[in-house]
């Protein structure tokens, strides 16, 4: 069929903000006083419809009236400009493309046509050839993305060749030393010379057979130090710790490790490694009895305990579990896609698990975004361009599966510059009773469920294993995956489904691998048919079949009779499955591709993971002159004695200033458990000391919360790596307490990221150290380390990585207990715990535990009203933070020695009590003492020097304001907002009474808010009822419209809860909703219920942009669209925006206001990237004298503003929500059904509008 080209751009000056971000950021970086426009148009190339077919979706699926010019198949002429295109490569999974294909499906119910996507760029002012050619080079990464032509193609289909049969390797038997150092460059391995003799001794004597090159890709995958930790289980044959002042300590934790090593093994002969000195730790207090909860198994998805969760007052057994994972390599090489599966591979182990994961934490490592291009290494991407784009792509996948990202920090040494550290911990939780763990059995069945196979990802276990050169990073290209997040969503929901997680025998997912290592390990024998393994496109050769790591796919062992029933449950959430492989008796693994064995390995040679290797290890003492704990920061150090200067530029330091502009990024309230918000206080700029959510029940209330803190300094452990691990700990540990959670009940999980370690003694003595300080602060605080992951891989050519061991403290707590660290009133007193060191420079262990302990019973007296820990800025930047949440100030008090303000006293919490407090006697032998107290005065005194909060806020805000900002440059608009009150009431009630009005909630590829809409919906005493969209083929999409006009028959209320509905694509939001709800049958049945049933209908975030894009509101009706009709676009600041705001009922023309009044103000959480409100006056004047403007964004005096952070996205008249002409229908953006008792604590304000209740009361 005819190919035909579209060209789509968000109209100029209001709503083409990225063009407009795209034309700052180029003529920053490059200096251009020449160029003077940016303009972006999306391109789409279309084939397989007809003319009907592509008129009627022209509008809906590619543009929008109000906000887009459209232009066919040409582009005007652009004078005095440049312009070029870009594309994903061949192969690369384009969400954008992806999308318009489902959508348009969505309306003709046919097969989806082929799309193929660029975005064109064009350079309005005299560019030079040079400068075009940089400007080009910026804007693609080779890595994933190449120039597009601009012509036109005749066909987009994509030619395929036949690939040929795999390769047999004939003479790989008969090579000699020479030969196979030869291959092994040639063919790229990631093994040793060693590894590959190794195997060539195993085909030669135990299958009589050259090997094909898919086994030898298969084994250099499993072998790889990212699957099977190869570096970590090294033999380390001898250690030597060098004399110094350091030397007692050292020695003393290796001595401890070597008495666990007795005790644990006895007289057995075992290698010291790594592996051995990380896992000692759990292994010695677990022979203690201090690991009870540990939840054992052979399956090994996450770490995991067991947990009493208490569900209005009724205790139930669950399992929490937990998992931190990295994407160092592919982060470093392509930013977004590499950061987005750095999350969606953490996501999986506790999924794979089946558990529920419903928090996230984000801990990266980089060095300074600020410094310019001209400082970019060879082979490297700019560092600013990594952050940024990392952190899109990390908060794009978590937004759209939607997990609340509880805690985001990027810390800075310039040891990062080459080799990026990109971490993801996460929480995950499921009822004990759901999850079964058994031995796979000869006959079981392993079952494929999820995404299909492309291939990105491939070799990305062993390109992840490598030391890089800037020559290297030219071919990495297919190591890199695509992230699709809505399809792991779909993985969610159907693991929370007990009926098919019950029939799970074991599971894995699929990771650094792909089918070779997760279907491989899930059983000694298994026989795999790479035939029967679902592609995204033909081509794929065996090879690539069996080690492509596309994610968003599962292995599943079940039993042969439970598939029909499995599959049905799969494909009820809109899943695909295939049989892939049977578990045999026989402890091989074969593959067969074409009918033929590619793989024929026994598990015994798999499972030696190569050659052992071994080496010495030399640790070398730090310098005592030097200790990182006892010295200035260098730029307080250059302030002399000028106090003022000194404590206005630490609070300037990349690692302590704000990074709420990052943050913001993340949607940290989706699920609606989130307890403590990422920044605290009515101003919202005190950081939390990390992140608490309540455990996700599915039915009634719970108050037992998970929380995870993190502890790491990249200076303190370049300094001393020993050091640096044992205080990662304790600064994990010291945030824990300051949250109000037991520290004896803390579980720890380990992230080592270290240079590549080759051979040199030294270099191994770097991980040996720290694992040593880690196993010292385990065995003293008497909590073990139950997980960890370890990446050795952070050289490139001769810049290494800082010694990186970051410590994840992770616990249980109630939700009722939690504190936050903002100060909370004024007149309060405030006291230091301190943490004693010994003359080794490490903390007084048993006192600290006490110390701990007796805090820890005062939070739980409810003495404590806010408590921090003390890092990197000192007491001086923890108590800036603490007063900035609620502008609360402080003075010391006049004993306080002002030389330890600035100094890293790591272990030391800060807290606040009533000035009635006497805690001589709970504090008793403690080492406590006052600091000071809070004050109302805006300022911070200490002796002659005074810091104005005002002061100290802009101090700590503006460093990244260029990199994160969280203010629009200059305001694009002079419209100012009014408030102008309608409370005339509505005379609207339903005609027939209903006491559980039913409430439809579909779900659609993308929507992740369906189960907080369901609970409070049953909770204010509705019946609420998800109906999955099914669109995998014709026949789902014809049975799920038919299944929808039947829901909304059978409901009351039709709510549509946010998400990212197809992603937010293709290039705008809301558009599946809208493209599903614009078929003629259910658009019929949409106005039936609020037209002639008295029904009402809601829409929340993604929700109201779909309701906005039909018109159901403001128009009360579902109709086609003009370039005057009011819209949803890009917020102002030009990213995504999570937080708190302010929210002012303005109308009670609609029932869904009939619960509160007019006038009253809530705290409610937004997260959204496309809110902001815009309509042109004419309308905003009719809306506003009927009473459709509902609520408004006000700001800290209850007036509407358009000012950030009040308005958080730059809405026209402050608008928030808006209403149909008769009420009945409903938009709002703020989540309001994202509440609950204990939810979002340490903002201040009302945060139940009453929606849900006013809702239900609507039908009584």
């Given at each position: 069929?005819?190919?035909?080209?579209?060209?789509?751009?968000?109209?100029?000056g209001?709503?083409?903000?990225?063009?407009?971000?795209?034309?700052?950021?180029?003529?920053?970086?490059?200096?251009?006083?020449?160029?003077?426009?940016?303009?972006?148009?999306?391109?789409?190339?279309?084939?397989?419809?007809?003319?009907?077919?592509y008129?009627?979706?022209?509008?809906?699926?590619?543009?929008?009236?109000?906000?887009?010019?459209?232009?066919?198949?040409?582009?005007?002429?652009?004078?005095?400009?440049?312009?070029?295109?870009?594309?994903?490569?061949?192969?690369?999974?384009?969400?954008?493309?992806?999308?318009?294909?489902?959508?348009?499906?969505?309306i003709?119910?046919?097969?989806?046509?082929?799309?193929?996507?660029?975005?064109?760029?064009?350079?309005?002012?005299?560019?030079?050839?040079?400068?075009?050619?940089?400007?080009?080079?910026?804007?693609?990464?080779?890595?994933?993305?190449?120039?597009?032509?601009?012509?036109?193609?005749?066909?987009?289909?994509?030619?395929?060749?036949?690939?040929?049969?795999?390769?047999?390797?004939?003479?790989?038997?008969n090579?000699?030393?020479?030969?196979?150092?030869?291959?092994?460059?040639?063919?790229?391995?990631?093994?040793?010379?060693?590894?590959?003799?190794?195997?060539?001794?195993?085909?030669?004597?135990?299958?009589?057979?050259?090997?094909?090159?898919?086994?030898?890709?298969?084994?250099?995958?499993?072998?790889?130090?990212?699957?099977?930790?190869?570096?970590f289980?090294?033999?380390?044959?001898?250690?030597n710790?060098?004399?110094?002042?350091?030397?007692?300590?050292?020695?003393?934790?290796?001595?401890?490790?070597?008495?666990?090593?007795?005790?644990?093994?006895?007289?057995?002969?075992?290698?010291?490694?790594?592996?051995?000195?990380?896992?000692?730790?759990?292994?010695a207090?677990?022979?203690?009895?201090?690991?009870?909860?540990?939840?054992?198994?052979?399956?090994?998805?996450?770490?995991?305990?067991?947990?009493?969760?208490?569900?209005?007052?009724?205790?139930?057994?669950?399992?929490?579990?937990?998992?931190?994972?990295?994407?160092?390599?592919?982060?470093?090489?392509?930013?977004?896609?590499?950061?987005?599966?750095?999350?969606?591979?953490?996501?999986?182990?506790?999924?794979?698990?089946?558990?529920?994961?419903?928090?996230?934490?984000?801990?990266?490592?980089?060095?300074?975004?600020?410094?310019?291009?001209?400082?970019?290494?060879?082979?490297?991407?700019?560092?600013?361009?990594?952050?940024?784009?990392?952190?899109?792509?990390?908060?794009?996948?978590?937004?759209?599966?939607?997990?609340?990202?509880?805690?985001?920090?990027?810390?800075?040494?310039?040891?990062?510059?080459?080799?990026?550290?990109?971490?993801?911990?996460?929480?995950?939780?499921?009822?004990?009773?759901?999850?079964?763990?058994?031995?796979?059995?000869?006959?079981?069945?392993?079952?494929?469920?999820?995404?299909?196979?492309?291939?990105?990802?491939?070799?990305?276990?062993?390109?992840?294993?490598?030391?890089h050169?800037?020559?290297?990073?030219?071919?990495?290209?297919?190591?890199?995956?695509?992230?699709?997040?809505?399809?792991?969503?779909?993985?969610?929901?159907?693991?929370?489904?007990?009926?098919?997680?019950?029939?799970?025998?074991?599971?894995?997912?699929?990771?650094?691998?792909?089918v070779?290592?997760?279907?491989?390990?899930?059983?000694?024998?298994?026989?795999?048919?790479?035939?029967?393994?679902?592609?995204?496109?033909?081509?794929?050769?065996?090879?690539?079949?069996?080690?492509?790591?596309?994610?968003?796919?599962m292995?599943?062992?079940?039993?042969?009779?439970?598939?029909?029933?499995?599959?049905?449950?799969?494909?009820?959430?809109?899943?695909?499955?295939?049989?892939?492989?049977?578990?045999?008796?026989?402890?091989?693994?074969?593959?067969?591709?074409?009918?033929?064995?590619?793989?024929?390995m026994?598990?015994?040679?798999?499972?030696?993971?190569?050659?052992?290797?071994?080496?010495?290890?030399?640790?070398?003492?730090?310098?005592e002159?030097?200790?990182?704990?006892?010295?200035?920061?260098?730029?307080?150090?250059?302030?002399?004695?000028?106090?003022?200067?000194?404590?206005?530029?630490?609070?300037?330091?990349?690692?302590?200033?704000?990074?709420?502009?990052?943050?913001e990024?993340?949607?940290?309230?989706?699920?609606?458990?989130?307890?403590?918000?990422?920044?605290g206080?009515?101003?919202?700029?005190?950081?939390?000391?990390?992140?608490?959510?309540?455990?996700?029940?599915?039915?009634?209330?719970?108050?037992?919360?998970?929380?995870?803190?993190?502890?790491?300094?990249?200076?303190?452990?370049?300094?001393?790596?020993?050091?640096?691990?044992?205080?990662?700990?304790?600064?994990?540990?010291?945030?824990?307490?300051?949250?109000?959670?037991?520290?004896?009940?803390?579980?720890?999980?380990?992230?080592?990221?270290?240079?590549?370690?080759?051979?040199?003694?030294?270099?191994?003595?770097?991980?040996?150290?720290?694992?040593?300080?880690?196993?010292?602060?385990?065995?003293?605080?008497?909590?073990?380390?139950?997980?960890?992951?370890?990446?050795?891989?952070?050289?490139?050519?001769?810049?290494?990585?800082?010694?990186?061991?970051?410590?994840?403290?992770?616990?249980?707590?109630?939700?009722?207990?939690?504190?936050?660290?903002?100060?909370?009133?004024?007149?309060?007193?405030?006291?230091?715990?301190?943490?004693?060191?010994?003359?080794?420079?490490?903390?007084?262990?048993?006192?600290?535990?006490?110390?701990?302990?007796?805090?820890?019973?005062?939070?739980?007296?409810?003495?404590?009203?806010?408590?921090?820990?003390?890092?990197?800025?000192g007491?001086?930047?923890?108590?800036?933070?603490?007063?900035?949440?609620?502008?609360?100030?402080?003075?010391?008090?006049?004993?306080?020695?002002?030389?330890?303000?600035?100094?890293?006293?790591?272990?030391?919490?800060?807290?606040?009590?009533?000035?009635?407090?006497?805690?001589?006697?709970?504090?008793s032998?403690?080492?406590?003492?006052?600091?000071?107290?809070?004050?109302?005065?805006?300022?911070?005194?200490?002796?002659?020097?005074?810091?104005?909060?005002?002061?100290?806020?802009?101090?700590?805000?503006t460093?990244?304001?260029?990199?994160?900002?969280?203010?629009?440059?200059?305001?694009?608009?002079?419209?100012?907002?009014?408030?102008?009150?309608?409370?005339?009431?509505?005379?609207?009630?339903?005609?027939?009474?209903?006491?559980?009005?039913?409430?439809?909630?579909?779900?659609?590829?993308?929507?992740?808010?369906?189960?907080?809409?369901?609970?409070?919906?049953?909770?204010?005493?509705a019946?609420?009822?998800?109906?999955?969209?099914?669109?995998?083929?014709?026949?789902?999409?014809?049975?799920?419209v038919?299944?929808?006009?039947?829901?909304?028959?059978q409901?009351?209320?039709i709510?549509?809860?946010?998400?990212?509905?197809?992603?937010?694509?293709?290039?705008?939001?809301?558009?599946?909703?809208?493209?599903?709800?614009?078929?003629?049958?259910?658009?019929e049945?949409?106005m039936?219920?609020?037209?002639?049933?008295?029904?009402?209908?809601?829409?929340?975030?993604?929700?109201?942009?779909?309701?906005?894009?039909?018109g159901?509101?403001?128009?009360?009706?579902?109709?086609?669209?003009?370039?005057?009709?009011?819209?949803?676009?890009?917020?102002?600041?030009?990213?995504?925006?999570?937080?708190?705001?302010?929210?002012?009922?303005?109308s009670?023309?609609?029932?869904?206001?009939?619960?509160?009044?007019?006038?009253?103000?809530?705290?409610?959480?937004?997260s959204?990237?496309?809110?902001?409100?815009?309509?042109?006056?004419?309308?905003?004047?009719?809306?506003?004298?009927?009473?459709?403007?509902?609520?408004?964004?006000?700001?800290?005096?209850?007036?509407?503003?358009?000012?950030?952070?009040?308005?958080?996205n730059?809405?026209?008249?402050?608008?928030?929500?808006?209403?149909?002409?008769?009420?009945?229908?409903?938009?709002?953006?703020?989540?309001?059904?994202?509440?609950?008792?204990?939810?979002?604590?340490?903002?201040?304000?009302?945060?139940?509008?009453?929606?849900?209740?006013?809702?239900?009361?609507?039908?009584?």
């Amino acid at each position: 069929m005819t190919v035909r080209r579209i060209f789509v751009e968000k109209r100029q000056g209001f709503f083409d903000i990225p063009a407009q971000q795209l034309c700052e950021d180029l003529i920053e970086t490059f200096r251009l006083v020449e160029l003077k426009a940016v303009r972006i148009m999306q391109r789409y190339d279309i084939e397989g419809l007809s003319d009907e077919e592509y008129h009627r979706v022209k509008h809906i699926v590619f543009s929008e009236p109000p906000v887009d010019v459209l232009y066919e198949e040409k582009l005007p002429d652009f004078p005095n400009s440049r312009i070029f295109a870009v594309e994903y490569l061949p192969g690369q999974y384009d969400q954008r493309a992806d999308s318009a294909a489902q959508c348009v499906q969505l309306i003709t119910q046919k097969e989806r046509p082929i799309i193929r996507t660029a975005k064109v760029i064009v350079l309005v002012g005299n560019i030079d050839d040079e400068t075009f050619k940089k400007i080009k080079a910026y804007s693609i990464n080779a890595v994933e993305s190449r120039e597009a032509s601009l012509e036109k193609p005749a066909s987009l289909e994509m030619k395929t060749d036949i690939p040929p049969d795999v390769e047999v390797l004939d003479d790989f038997l008969n090579l000699d030393d020479g030969g196979l150092k030869l291959l092994l460059a040639e063919r790229g391995f990631a093994m040793s010379f060693e590894d590959l003799k190794f195997c060539q001794k195993y085909f030669r004597t135990k299958e009589f057979r050259p090997p094909t090159i898919t086994e030898l890709r298969v084994i250099d995958t499993y072998w790889s130090d990212h699957c099977r930790h190869t570096t970590f289980t090294t033999a380390i044959d001898m250690v030597n710790i060098e004399d110094g002042y350091y030397k007692p300590a050292i020695e003393g934790a290796y001595n401890l490790y070597r008495q666990d090593r007795d005790k644990i093994y006895g007289g057995e002969l075992r290698d010291v490694t790594l592996m051995d000195i990380a896992v000692m730790g759990m292994k010695a207090l677990r022979s203690e009895g201090r690991l009870e909860d540990l939840d054992q198994s052979e399956e090994i998805n996450a770490c995991s305990i067991v947990v009493p969760v208490n569900i209005e007052g009724t205790q139930e057994d669950w399992l929490v579990m937990f998992k931190n994972e990295t994407h160092n390599h592919p982060t470093e090489i392509e930013p977004f896609g590499g950061a987005a599966t750095c999350l969606g591979g953490a996501i999986r182990d506790p999924l794979s698990g089946r558990s529920y994961v419903y928090q996230a934490m984000r801990v990266t490592g980089a060095a300074d975004p600020r410094r310019s291009i001209a400082e970019t290494l060879p082979g490297k991407l700019p560092q600013k361009k990594i952050t940024l784009g990392a952190a899109a792509g990390y908060s794009s996948y978590g937004n759209q599966i939607g997990l609340a990202t509880g805690q985001v920090r990027e810390i800075y040494h310039e040891g990062y510059l080459a080799k990026r550290m990109e971490i993801g911990a996460v929480i995950g939780a499921a009822p004990k009773a759901n999850v079964v763990r058994e031995r796979p059995q000869p006959g079981d069945i392993v079952v494929l469920v999820g995404g299909r196979t492309g291939r990105d990802g491939c070799g990305g276990a062993t390109g992840s294993s490598k030391e890089h050169t800037e020559e290297s990073l030219t071919s990495c290209g297919a190591e890199v995956q695509k992230g699709n997040a809505p399809t792991e969503r779909k993985l969610q929901r159907l693991f929370r489904n007990p009926m098919a997680s019950l029939m799970i025998k074991r599971c894995n997912d699929f990771g650094a691998g792909g089918v070779a290592v997760a279907i491989g390990e899930l059983a000694d024998g298994l026989s795999i048919d790479l035939d029967a393994v679902k592609k995204k496109y033909e081509g794929l050769d065996g090879t690539e079949l069996a080690i492509s790591e596309s994610q968003e796919r599962m292995a599943v062992v079940i039993a042969p009779h439970d598939y029909e029933l499995f599959a049905a449950y799969a494909a009820a959430e809109n899943l695909e499955t295939s049989k892939v492989a049977v578990v045999t008796e026989e402890p091989r693994l074969v593959m067969t591709w074409r009918g033929n064995p590619i793989v024929q390995m026994n598990r015994s040679f798999l499972d030696t993971n190569g050659v052992k290797q071994h080496v010495t290890a030399n640790i070398q003492m730090p310098d005592e002159n030097k200790s990182y704990l006892r010295q200035l920061p260098k730029n307080v150090e250059a302030c002399g004695k000028d106090l003022e200067k000194a404590w206005l530029e630490n609070l300037r330091d990349l690692n302590v200033c704000s990074q709420k502009g990052l943050s913001e990024r993340f949607d940290s309230t989706v699920g609606g458990n989130t307890v403590l918000m990422p920044f605290g206080g009515k101003k919202q700029l005190t950081p939390a000391e990390g992140m608490v959510a309540k455990i996700p029940v599915d039915r009634g209330v719970t108050n037992t919360a998970t929380a995870m803190t993190f502890g790491f300094n990249p200076e303190l452990s370049t300094w001393s790596p020993f050091h640096g691990a044992l205080y990662a700990v304790v600064e994990s540990v010291a945030k824990m307490v300051a949250l109000g959670a037991d520290a004896e009940k803390i579980r720890l999980t380990f992230q080592e990221y270290f240079e590549r370690m080759g051979r040199v003694p030294e270099v191994w003595g770097k991980p040996l150290s720290s694992l040593l300080g880690a196993l010292l602060a385990q065995h003293e605080l008497g909590i073990p380390a139950i997980g960890g992951k370890d990446s050795m891989s952070g050289t490139f050519e001769e810049i290494h990585v800082p010694p990186t061991l970051v410590s994840f403290a992770v616990n249980t707590l109630r939700s009722d207990r939690v504190l936050s660290p903002e100060f909370k009133y004024a007149g309060n007193k405030v006291y230091v715990l301190p943490c004693k060191k010994d003359g080794q420079d490490i903390p007084v262990f048993r006192q600290l535990r006490q110390n701990y302990s007796k805090l820890h019973t005062l939070i739980e007296e409810r003495k404590v009203f806010s408590a921090q820990s003390v890092g990197v800025g000192g007491i001086a930047a923890a108590i800036s933070k603490m007063c900035l949440g609620n502008n609360i100030g402080f003075i010391f008090h006049d004993s306080y020695v002002k030389d330890d303000l600035f100094l890293p006293d790591y272990g030391t919490i800060i807290f606040e009590v009533s000035t009635s407090a006497n805690l001589e006697e709970e504090l008793s032998g403690t080492g406590f003492y006052e600091l000071g107290m809070t004050t109302d005065v805006a300022s911070i005194v200490c002796g002659k020097a005074a810091v104005s909060l005002a002061e100290a806020e802009r101090a700590y805000t503006t460093p990244l304001e260029s990199i994160f900002p969280t203010q629009v440059k200059q305001q694009r608009s002079k419209e100012r907002a009014t408030y102008v009150p309608y409370d005339k009431g509505n005379r609207i009630t339903a005609r027939l009474p209903r006491k559980n009005p039913r409430v439809l909630l579909p779900v659609f590829p993308g929507t992740n808010c369906e189960y907080e809409s369901a609970r409070v919906w049953r909770s204010a005493g509705a019946d609420p009822e998800i109906l999955v969209i099914r669109n995998l083929t014709p026949s789902d999409v014809e049975e799920t419209v038919e299944a929808l006009v039947n829901a909304i028959k059978q409901a009351q209320i039709i709510m549509l809860p946010g998400g990212f509905s197809g992603g937010d694509e293709p290039d705008g939001s809301g558009k599946f909703i809208a493209a599903m709800f614009r078929h003629p049958r259910v658009a019929e049945e949409v106005m039936k219920l609020i037209d002639r049933r008295d029904g009402l209908m809601l829409g929340i975030c993604n929700g109201f942009q779909a309701l906005i894009k039909l018109g159901l509101v403001p128009y009360g009706e579902i109709r086609s669209l003009s370039e005057n009709s009011p819209t949803l676009t890009h917020n102002n600041i030009g990213r995504h925006v999570s937080c708190m705001v302010q929210t002012k009922v303005a109308s009670n023309l609609s029932p869904w206001f009939n619960n509160v009044s007019v006038g009253d103000v809530h705290t409610i959480a937004v997260s959204h990237g496309e809110g902001r409100f815009v309509a042109d006056h004419e309308i905003l004047a009719k809306m506003r004298i009927r009473g459709q403007i509902a609520t408004q964004y006000v700001d800290a005096n209850g007036n509407p503003t358009m000012s950030i952070p009040y308005n958080p996205n730059g809405s026209l008249c402050a608008i928030e929500g808006i209403t149909s002409p008769n009420g009945r229908v409903l938009g709002k953006m703020g989540h309001s059904e994202r509440i609950g008792r204990n939810v979002s604590q340490n903002v201040p304000g009302n945060k139940d509008q009453q929606l849900f209740e006013a809702g239900v009361r609507y039908y009584l």
